[in-house]
Structure formats: structure tokens, C-alpha cells
């Protein structure tokens, strides 16, 4: 029989003696045999309280992570991260806004949110996404689902039915509460409820947080049901005022490419000669078409034009009338520059009866569609996506794309599009990153969660 060598301690069987006495000098000695059975015992307890749920163990603290669906330029992943939340995955169909994200954050966007595969993807806690609303801004239009933009929040939701985060910060203009006879929103809310998620809403703008912009947005707060502590999030009141020389660049140090020349300037310089006539007190509403009332039109033309371009005429008639040979003078020197554009020749006056020195160059003035809009510079105009950059009349020069960025609460050394035009266009799309921040710290303080240290 092969004699065997046994160890006293923990009872393991070698073969040979060699192998006992290198096991024995082991750098970490065996367990006593009554050790082991006693760890064993003491698992199968822990094992058994887990499952009555007696303790409960923890999963150590991490950053909380998210992804940023429809991420333009990132105004959600600025708030998220600030608070020390990590992005896992960012998307966005547009090539440019991908190019400033990767940029600013070292994360390439995917490109197209209809071509990710849930399951392809790392878990996530939080989505967050502002969708596009394009699709949503016709009121009553039967487009809305039809069109294939309406659906991108189904895509939002094809994400969360596979990996039920936590929670959902998403965001869209005030009109989606309205489209479709209220159709869309009740999709919206129908499919949350579906999916358990309960849902809260928030209307703000950024001038209600101390910000010289309006901008009145909606954003959709979802909760899984599992964590709702059903009572509401309240949003804290700012009572912080608006200081709107903050949001200016200095003057000496703007690049000449902004301030104005050549037609618009001669446009508004004209227009400001003809303020300066009317008397203190006057009103200037509706919008003054000037041409409209000195191209020479028959009276059966008029009749044949169309109900709105009539009442217009009509109404802008008795201010003509009452300056009748200063207008005359006026749009002979003028005629040229008045008539160069469709709109050169449209004045939305915004800024109630005219003051004691009054200007066209003291306002903001926004060159649109309708006419030369002028509005009151207390705030700037709101930033929209189509490129009608606004015009601060004091310094007679367009706001800067950097402008842009403080107006949207993002960072002084945030990356901007080279091209000045994209970036406008991405600014006027971007969520404003103040109040995204208040919103999702109001949530997190709510559920008392910290998203650098969370524990699941
Ligand atoms: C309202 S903007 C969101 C802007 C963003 N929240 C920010 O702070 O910059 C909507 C974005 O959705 C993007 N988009 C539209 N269709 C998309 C798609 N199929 N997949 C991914 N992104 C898409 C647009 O390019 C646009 O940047």
C-alpha cells in the first residue's frame, strides 16, 4: 500500500512527502479544518437572510452613469457630469454637433438613435434626450405620427422597456402639450404609464432663473415606479436677478466681422431717421408696410389682395395720414434701401408708444421673416435653431456665438463650432443648462441620491 501524507490541520491527503512539506511552508497557511465548516455555516446564514430579507448588501458607491439620446452639443451631459454622473453613450443624427460633442466630452456619438440595439449597449440609470420637436409643430396636423421625427420618443422608450433606468430627463418645446388636439401628449403620457414610469412636469424658462433669456420649455421628468416615493419634486424659486451686462462681450474685444454695415445698417439707420419724427406717446402697431402703401395699387387691385395684406394697409393708414409729408419725404430718400428686401420694408415696432429720445439702435432688433422686429433689451431675443441672429442695437453688431453660449449657461471653455453659423444653429437648438440643472437636482435631492456616490 502507498503510504500516504496527511496535514494535521486542514486534512489534505499528498501523495508524496515533498508535496506535504511544500504545503506546509506555504506563504499563506491552510485553514483548520473546523475554520472551514464554520465559514461555510456562516455563508449559508448570510445566504438565508438575503433571501428573507433580513440584510441587505450593498453595492459599493459609483458614478451614476447615463446616456444622452439627441445630444446636439450636450446641454444635458454638461448638467449630468457637473453633478458626477458618467456618459456611457451619446447620439446624434447631425455630423457637426457630433464633431463639438467629441470635442468637448472624448466621446464619439453614435449617428443614429433608430439603428441602436438595446441589447447592444451598456445598462444605463438615467436617459436623458430633448427629441426633436419638428415633427410636432403643427397644431391639428394629421403629420404628427405619420411623420417618421414624431417618433423619435418611441425610440427613447425602445431604450428604456429594454433597460429600465432609473430615471428619464427629457425635454421639448411648450407647443407638444398642444399638438394634435393634446393627441401627442396623451401618447406621451399613455406610453410612460405602459412602461411604469411616473411622470412630472415642469414649465420654465431661463429668465425665471436669473437669465436675460426667454425661453419657455417643458421638460419630462420619469421616475420607475419601484422608486417613486409618491409625493412631487418642487422646483426651487430663484431669487436671483437678471444682470444683463453679464452676458455681453466687451466691446473692444469683438471681431469687426459683428457689428453691421452695408444694407441692413442703411436699412435701420432709415427707419431710425422716421422714429425719431413721431411724436412721444405715438403707437406703432400693427407692423408698418411701407411699400405696400406707396406701391401705387389700383382699387381693384387692393380688392383682389389677400384679407390680411388688406388689413394691414387699412390699419397702418391713419399713421401715414398724420405724417403724411414727412413720410413722403422720407421714403423718396429712402426708396432704394426699402425696397432692396421684402423685409427692409416691415417694422414690428415691440417697444410700446414712442419715448423722449427714442431709437431703433436701443433695442434689440431681429431681421425675420415678417419685418425688422424690434423688442425691448432687457432680455436677449430667444435663441432659435434657424439662423435669425439678433442685432444689439446699442452696439449695432449681431450677438457672438460665445454670447450665445453664456445665454445657454454653458462654460467660457466650452468648444464652440468653428463655423460661426453652425454654431448659432446649435445654441438656438441646445438646452439651457441652468435649468437643466435645477431640474435634475431638484429629482436626485428629492430621492436623496448623490450620482458621484450612488448605491444601488
Ligand atoms: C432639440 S435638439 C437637442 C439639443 C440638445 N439637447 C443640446 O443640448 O444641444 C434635437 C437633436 O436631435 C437630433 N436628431 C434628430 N433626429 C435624430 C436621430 N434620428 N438620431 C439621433 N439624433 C437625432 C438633431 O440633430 C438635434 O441635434
Same mark, same amino acid.
Given at each position: &500500500?502507498?503510504?500516504?501524507?496527511?496535514?494535521?490541520?486542514?486534512?489534505?491527503?499528498?501523495?508524496?512527502?515533498?508535496?506535504?512539506?511544500?504545503?506546509?511552508?506555504?506563504?499563506?497557511?491552510?485553514?483548520?479544518?473546523? /475554520?472551514?465548516?464554520?465559514?461555510?455555516?456562516?455563508?449559508?446564514?448570510?445566504?438565508?437572510?438575503?433571501?428573507?430579507?433580513?440584510?441587505?448588501?450593498?453595492?459599493?458607491?459609483?458614478?451614476?452613469?447615463?446616456?444622452?439620446?439627441?445630444?446636439?452639443?450636450?446641454?444635458?451631459?454638461?448638467?449630468?457630469?457637473?453633478?458626477?454622473?458618467?456618459?456611457?453613450?451619446?447620439?446624434?443624427?447631425?455630423?457637426?454637433?457630433?464633431?463639438?460633442?467629441? +470635442?468637448?466630452?472624448?466621446?464619439?456619438?453614435?449617428?443614429?438613435?433608430?439603428?441602436?440595439?438595446?441589447? /447592444?449597449?451598456?445598462?444605463?440609470?438615467?436617459?436623458?434626450?430633448?427629441?426633436?420637436?419638428?415633427?410636432?409643430?403643427?397644431?391639428?396636423?394629421?403629420?404628427?405620427?405619420?411623420?417618421?421625427?414624431?417618433? $423619435?420618443?418611441?425610440?427613447?422608450?425602445?431604450?428604456?422597456?429594454?433597460?429600465?433606468?432609473?430615471?428619464?430627463? $427629457?425635454?421639448?418645446?411648450?407647443?407638444? $402639450?398642444?399638438?394634435?388636439?393634446?393627441?401627442?401628449?396623451?401618447?406621451?403620457?399613455?406610453?410612460?404609464?405602459?412602461?411604469? %414610469? !411616473?411622470?412630472?412636469?415642469?414649465?420654465?424658462?431661463?429668465?425665471?432663473?436669473?437669465?436675460?433669456?426667454?425661453?419657455?420649455?417643458?421638460?419630462?421628468?420619469?421616475?420607475?415606479?419601484?422608486?417613486?416615493?409618491?409625493?412631487?419634486?418642487? $422646483?426651487?424659486?430663484?431669487?436671483?436677478?437678471?444682470?444683463?451686462?453679464?452676458?455681453?462681450?466687451?466691446?473692444?474685444?469683438?471681431?469687426?466681422?459683428?457689428?453691421?454695415?452695408?444694407?441692413?445698417?442703411?436699412?435701420?439707420?432709415?427707419?431710425?431717421? &422716421?422714429?425719431?419724427?413721431?411724436?412721444?406717446?405715438?403707437?406703432?402697431?400693427?407692423?408698418?408696410?411701407?411699400?405696400?402703401? %406707396?406701391?401705387?395699387?389700383?382699387?381693384?387691385?387692393?380688392?383682389?389682395?389677400?384679407?390680411?395684406?388688406?388689413?394691414?394697409?387699412?390699419?397702418?393708414?391713419?399713421?401715414?395720414?398724420?405724417?403724411?409729408?414727412?413720410?413722403?419725404?422720407?421714403?423718396?430718400?429712402?426708396?432704394?434701401?426699402?425696397?432692396?428686401?421684402?423685409? %427692409?420694408?416691415?417694422?414690428?415696432?415691440?417697444?410700446?408708444?414712442?419715448?423722449?429720445?427714442?431709437?431703433?439702435? +436701443?433695442?434689440?432688433?431681429?431681421?425675420?421673416?415678417?419685418?425688422?422686429?424690434?423688442?425691448?433689451?432687457?432680455?436677449?431675443?430667444?435663441?432659435?435653431? !434657424?439662423?435669425?441672429?439678433?442685432?444689439?442695437?446699442?452696439?449695432?453688431?449681431?450677438?457672438?456665438?460665445?454670447?450665445?453660449?453664456?445665454?445657454?449657461?454653458?462654460?467660457?471653455?466650452?468648444?464652440?463650432?468653428?463655423?460661426?453659423?453652425?454654431?448659432?444653429?446649435?445654441?438656438? /437648438?441646445?438646452?439651457?443648462?441652468? +435649468?437643466?440643472?435645477?431640474?435634475?437636482?431638484?429629482?436626485?435631492?428629492?430621492?436623496?441620491?448623490?450620482?458621484?456616490?450612488?448605491? +444601488?
Amino acid at each position: &500500500m502507498v503510504k500516504q501524507h496527511i496535514c494535521d490541520r486542514c486534512g489534505q491527503i499528498f501523495k508524496q512527502k515533498g508535496h506535504l512539506t511544500n504545503h506546509l511552508n506555504r506563504k499563506t497557511p491552510c485553514k483548520p479544518v473546523e /475554520n472551514s465548516i464554520v465559514e461555510e455555516k456562516v455563508k449559508e446564514k448570510i445566504q438565508e437572510m438575503i433571501k428573507n430579507g433580513e440584510i441587505e448588501i450593498k453595492d459599493k458607491p459609483r458614478p451614476m452613469k447615463f446616456i444622452d439620446l439627441f445630444c446636439g452639443i450636450g446641454g444635458f451631459h454638461q448638467a449630468l457630469s457637473s453633478f458626477g454622473a458618467e456618459c456611457n453613450l451619446a447620439c446624434d443624427i447631425d455630423k457637426k454637433c457630433r464633431e463639438v460633442y467629441e +470635442n468637448n466630452y472624448k466621446i464619439k456619438p453614435h449617428s443614429d438613435v433608430r439603428k441602436i440595439i438595446p441589447d /447592444n449597449i451598456d445598462d444605463m440609470d438615467i436617459i436623458c434626450g430633448g427629441f426633436p420637436c419638428q415633427a410636432f409643430s403643427n397644431a391639428g396636423n394629421k403629420k404628427t405620427f405619420s411623420d417618421d421625427r414624431g417618433l $423619435l420618443f418611441d425610440e427613447i422608450m425602445k431604450i428604456a422597456i429594454n433597460k429600465k433606468p432609473k430615471f428619464m430627463f $427629457l425635454e421639448n418645446v411648450k407647443h407638444i $402639450l398642444k399638438v394634435g388636439n393634446g393627441e401627442v401628449i396623451k401618447y406621451i403620457k399613455e406610453k410612460l404609464e405602459k412602461y411604469e %414610469y !411616473i411622470l412630472q412636469l415642469f414649465e420654465m424658462s431661463p429668465h425665471n432663473y436669473g437669465i436675460p433669456q426667454q425661453r419657455e420649455r417643458i421638460y419630462f421628468v420619469c421616475v420607475r415606479k419601484d422608486i417613486y416615493n409618491g409625493t412631487k419634486i418642487q $422646483l426651487p424659486i430663484s431669487t436671483k436677478k437678471v444682470i444683463f451686462e453679464n452676458y455681453l462681450d466687451k466691446k473692444e474685444d469683438i471681431d469687426k466681422k459683428y457689428f453691421i454695415d452695408g444694407d441692413i445698417l442703411k436699412c435701420l439707420e432709415a427707419w431710425d431717421e &422716421m422714429i425719431k419724427i413721431f411724436d412721444v406717446g405715438e403707437k406703432i402697431s400693427p407692423t408698418i408696410m411701407i411699400n405696400e402703401h %406707396y406701391n401705387n395699387h389700383s382699387e381693384e387691385e387692393f380688392n383682389n389682395y389677400a384679407k390680411w395684406r388688406k388689413e394691414y394697409i387699412t390699419k397702418n393708414k391713419p399713421l401715414i395720414l398724420k405724417y403724411k409729408d414727412k413720410w413722403d419725404k422720407w421714403y423718396k430718400k429712402h426708396r432704394e434701401i426699402l425696397q432692396k428686401r421684402e423685409i %427692409y420694408g416691415k417694422l414690428e415696432w415691440q417697444v410700446g408708444p414712442i419715448k423722449p429720445n427714442d431709437s431703433i439702435f +436701443n433695442y434689440f432688433i431681429q431681421p425675420r421673416q415678417s419685418g425688422i422686429r424690434v423688442k425691448k433689451a432687457q432680455y436677449f431675443p430667444t435663441l432659435v435653431a !434657424i439662423v435669425q441672429v439678433p442685432i444689439y442695437g446699442k452696439e449695432k453688431r449681431y450677438i457672438t456665438p460665445r454670447e450665445c453660449a453664456r445665454l445657454q449657461s454653458f462654460p467660457e471653455n466650452f468648444i464652440m463650432d468653428e463655423d460661426d453659423k453652425k454654431a448659432y444653429k446649435q445654441f438656438g /437648438n441646445a438646452v439651457n443648462v441652468d +435649468n437643466v440643472k435645477t431640474v435634475i437636482k431638484a429629482t436626485l435631492d428629492h430621492y436623496k441620491i448623490n450620482p458621484k456616490e450612488y448605491v +444601488n
